[in-house]
């Protein structure tokens, strides 16, 4: 997204989450436009200083399913974000809750879907 002319923040909990966003970069995270916050993002502080209040759009990408539930809410109707995506690895979860109107990505569903395409493949084949 940064290479795409976007501002982007990053909040994670864990610092060592920097280096991962420098992985292949020829350039600092910060120097290539990059933002990056030390803090959990169930903590309005963290969020704040992530700069959600400016936010045009927020993923929540974190481990846990009622995590990221919870923060796109948060993100979507405590700060208004225009745009909000929630990753969620339930598929059951992720249908019921695009249902009530959140924008949900489902890899575990779209891993479900390369399966069995693979295998309709290998036993036409």
């Not at 993002?41 to 399913?65: P, Q, Y």
Request: charge should be negative.
């Amino acid at each position: 997204m940064l290479q795409e002319g976007h501002q982007v923040s990053v909040l994670d909990e864990d610092a060592e989450a920097l280096a991962l966003l420098e992985k292949n970069q020829d350039q600092a995270w910060e120097d290539l436009g990059g933002q990056f916050t030390v803090g959990t993002a169930l903590e309005i502080d963290a969020l704040l200083e992530a700069g959600i209040e400016r936010a045009d759009a927020f993923v929540a990408a974190t481990d846990g399913d009622n995590t990221n539930l919870v923060i796109a809410q948060i993100a979507k109707r405590r700060f208004n974000v225009p745009t909000v995506v929630v990753r969620v690895l339930d598929p059951a979860r992720a249908e019921w809750y695009s249902q009530q109107g959140l924008s949900t990505v489902c890899p575990t569903a779209v891993a479900i879907d390369m399966l069995q395409d693979a295998v309709r493949a290998e036993v036409k084949g």
